[in-house]
């Protein structure tokens, strides 16, 4: 019972990582023009975000220590200040993107225009980041966001064809669709799935409940299940869309678009589900964003930062976490559509990609700070692939941006 409780980090981080506004966004919009032609990017993206967050958590169980705080030490001010930036900045991005998306989830159960739904929105993002255990945020957040599998039983509601679904997987560019636009949502799914935010909070929240060389096991059981559970709801998610919004040709602009075909499988009820899910996975990666943002820029100035400690014990992290707040506020109350705010988000989000995971695979096979505990060959293998894919989506982001029009 104490390891499935332990789950609560990585359903979390799944839930937040996977399934935040980005994906719930950028899946479905892929579902609704492409079909099931790109869920290979998914499970590419689900098995690079289990192989470095693994590498994240480990380093942080052995060490004691979060990643971007071993970043600084081992690398160099320089090389960890040019991580820092790109990763803040991308973070600041999904935070306000996560905001927005609260605001919407919250709007399709209230008809409210989600502009007064904004500050309230990350009023209590503040508040449970300022009030509530790490232990409870984790446990409450993750399981609600858990009800986003009523997506996986509307796709057995619509009883598809499954013949003609399964042959739809066959990675191929669809008919009238132009390549590159094919290629530009190839990198945002990538982009989506292994968000920087991601390692970084899990590699915190690892130190926030204190696990050390024994907890291990539970750390893989963190990554290796709460991960693929994030990659098949963003999976069902992209063939609700393919199954009702493809045939019809429906394109996503909003968020009632995304839960369309959950309404037409299950009725009322379905949907107050999948609302409930969608603000509770929002809601998710909007704490773990405002998190993450703190976490970077304590670790990298050597801030007393964590909820392990009382508020006036890391007046600067939480300091920081506000500020972080009022901007992405600042920046939905201009009138920016947070649907647009977040497809931007997970483009930009490829391009920092080899800042982040490069150092972590290098801190995960340095014996200072995980002794024996270092990556095997299979893993450096693996890691040295995946960094070859990091670096040619974070090379063809902007290009694909701007032949695609941002994938218009």
């Known amino acids: 019972m104490k390891r499935l409780l332990g789950l609560a980090l990585g359903i979390l981080t799944a839930i937040g990582g996977f399934v935040d506004i980005g994906d719930l966004v950028t899946n479905a919009v892929v579902g609704s023009r492409f079909g099931l032609s790109l869920v290979w ?3 590419v993206g689900v098995v690079g975000i289990c192989l470095f967050a693994e590498m994240s958590g480990r380093v942080a169980a052995v060490s004691g220590r979060a990643t971007f705080e071993i970043i600084r030490e081992r690398l160099s001010p320089r090389m960890a200040l040019a991580n820092l930036t790109a990763s803040f900045l991308i973070n600041l991005l999904t935070l306000t993107a996560e905001v927005g998306g609260i605001a919407l989830a919250l ?3 209230s008809d409210v225009h989600p502009r007064l739904w904004i500050p309230v929105a990350a009023f209590a993002v503040w508040l449970v980041v300022w009030r509530v255990k790490f232990s409870v945020l984790e446990n409450v957040t993750g399981v609600v966001g858990l009800t986003l599998i009523v997506f996986a039983v509307a796709i057995f509601l619509l009883a598809p064809n499954w013949s003609e679904l399964a042959s739809g997987l066959r990675p191929s560019v669809p008919a009238g669709e132009p390549v590159p636009t094919y290629w530009y949502y190839a990198v945002a799914l990538f982009g989506a799935a292994m968000t920087p935010y991601e390692v970084f909070f899990f590699s915190s929240g690892a130190v926030e409940e204190r ?3 024994r907890d291990l096991g539970q750390e ?4 290796f299940v709460g991960f693929p559970l994030g990659g098949l709801l963003s999976i069902s998610i992209a063939v609700c869309a393919a199954i009702v919004l493809l045939p019809r040709g429906i394109r996503v602009t909003s968020l009632s678009e995304v839960v369309a075909p959950v309404a037409l499988a299950g009725g009322k009820l379905a949907l107050a589900v999948v609302i409930v899910g969608m603000v509770a996975a929002t809601f998710g990666a909007a704490l773990e964003t405002a998190l ?3 976490y970077t820029v304590a670790q990298f100035f050597g801030w007393s930062w964590g909820k392990f400690r009382r508020p006036t014990e890391a007046a600067r992290f939480h300091l920081l976490v506000i500020v972080t707040l009022l901007v992405g506020v600042g920046v939905l109350m201009t009138g920016v559509d947070p649907v647009k705010v977040t497809e931007y988000s997970v483009v930009f989000s490829a391009i920092a990609l080899p800042l982040t995971y490069l150092p972590i695979l290098i801190i995960a096979n340095d014996p200072q700070y995980v002794g ?5 060959r299979f893993t450096n293998a693996l890691g ?8 040619l989506a974070s090379v063809a ?4 941006m701007i032949v695609t029009g941002a994938g218009a």
């Open 292 to 294: 993450a943002g703190g």
């Open 220 to 223: 893989r059981l963190n990554v």
């Open 384 to 391: 040295l692939v995946f960094l070859v894919l990091i670096v």
């Open 107 to 109: 709007q399709l159960a």
């Open 397 to 400: 982001a902007i290009p694909l």
């Open 372 to 376: 024996d505990h270092v990556n095997g």
């Open 41 to 43: 990017v998914v499970v």
């Open 211 to 213: 696990w050390s060389v």
